[in-house]
């Protein structure tokens, strides 16, 4: 330990005994199961925070469950724009993505920042593949289309957002094969439509189609929230779409975590059981949330616990 590093106070082996007895019965939950977690924000721009997700992740491989990373990267897309003097926008939280963008998009995502996720993770002794939604035809896209409502003439306009696109299909058996071969797949969120082109997807809707198309037990979405908050500014641990529903209409749910809330109930609707979304800035969140009785986020369901 170095001197600016805070002292923790020492762990005996009873309690090392003592955590481990605790965790065995979630082990034992989402053994063989598959678990999609959806990388970004600051965990991701954090080194320490890195170090530390990427020996979850391995740990979670160790225990016999098939974690599958979605990694983000909008920061550092947004750099290389700056560095390359191409100019960007956004609307509703999408970039618009022209032909220039959309190749730096695919460069930096599918490049550095998903090489650097494998190197980590096999830094923290696992094995990783990176690929993006191109290889094997993994993410078949479709341009995203969006129509926003003028508020003074109350009509609608198509807004065109370039290379944006949503999945149209994902193919399992490439992250199959992968998964069987004992490595975590890292996936990069591009995908290809069927006449070739290459589409920009959201990484949270990236992830959601992969946990829908595997099965997952699991989807875990990092970001740099505690989760969806009271009206009091406390955690909410569970959530069901009757209670979003209320929140939603009384205000407690508003302004961007809206979208994240909805596309969180499609994939809950399409098969998975759970959909967290969890504080990333939170060390190790992802085996605190998995293997402690309440975990550390908010958890959306169809019908509470499972």
């Not at 490049?111 to 830094?123: E, L, P, Y």
Request: proline share 4%; glycine share 12%; hydrophobic share 40%.
């Amino acid at each position: 330990m170095t001197s600016d590093e805070p002292s923790s106070p020492a762990i005996g082996r009873a309690d090392i005994a003592r955590i481990l007895a605790e965790a065995l019965p979630f082990m034992q939950r989402y053994d063989c199961r598959t678990v999609v977690i959806k990388y970004g924000g600051h965990a991701m721009g954090d080194e320490t925070l890195a170090r530390q997700f990427a020996a979850d992740v391995v740990q979670l491989k160790l225990c016999g469950i098939n974690p599958i990373v979605v990694h983000g990267g909008g920061p550092q897309i947004g750099r290389m724009l700056e560095r390359l003097n191409i100019e960007s926008s956004f609307e509703d939280g999408l970039r618009i993505t022209d032909r220039d963008t959309v190749e730096v998009v695919e460069m930096v995502l599918a490049g550095s920042i998903n090489k650097n996720v494998v190197a980590d993770i096999q830094r923290a002794g696992g094995k990783a593949v990176g690929i993006s939604g191109k290889d094997g035809n993994l993410c078949i896209a479709r341009k995203l289309r969006r129509t926003k409502k003028d508020p003074d003439s109350n009509i609608e306009r198509i807004i065109d957002l370039g290379f944006v696109g949503e999945p149209e299909y994902i193919n399992p058996d490439l992250l199959d094969t992968i998964l069987m071969s004992d490595a975590i797949p890292v996936i990069a969120p591009i995908g290809v439509s069927e006449d070739g082109e290459t589409y920009n997807i959201n990484a949270d809707t990236f992830a959601g189609a992969i946990a829908t198309a595997m099965g997952a037990k699991r989807l875990l979405l990092l970001t740099d929230v505690s989760g969806v908050l009271d009206g009091q500014g406390e955690l909410i641990s569970e959530l069901v779409p009757s209670q979003i529903r209320k929140l939603t209409k009384d205000g407690t749910i508003s302004g961007g975590m809206i979208p994240k809330i909805e596309s969180c109930l499609a994939v809950v609707k399409g098969g998975v059981e759970g959909v967290i979304i969890l504080d990333g800035r939170v060390p190790h969140s992802v085996l605190l949330e998995l293997f402690t009785e309440h975990g550390v986020g908010t958890r959306i369901s169809e019908h509470g616990a499972s």
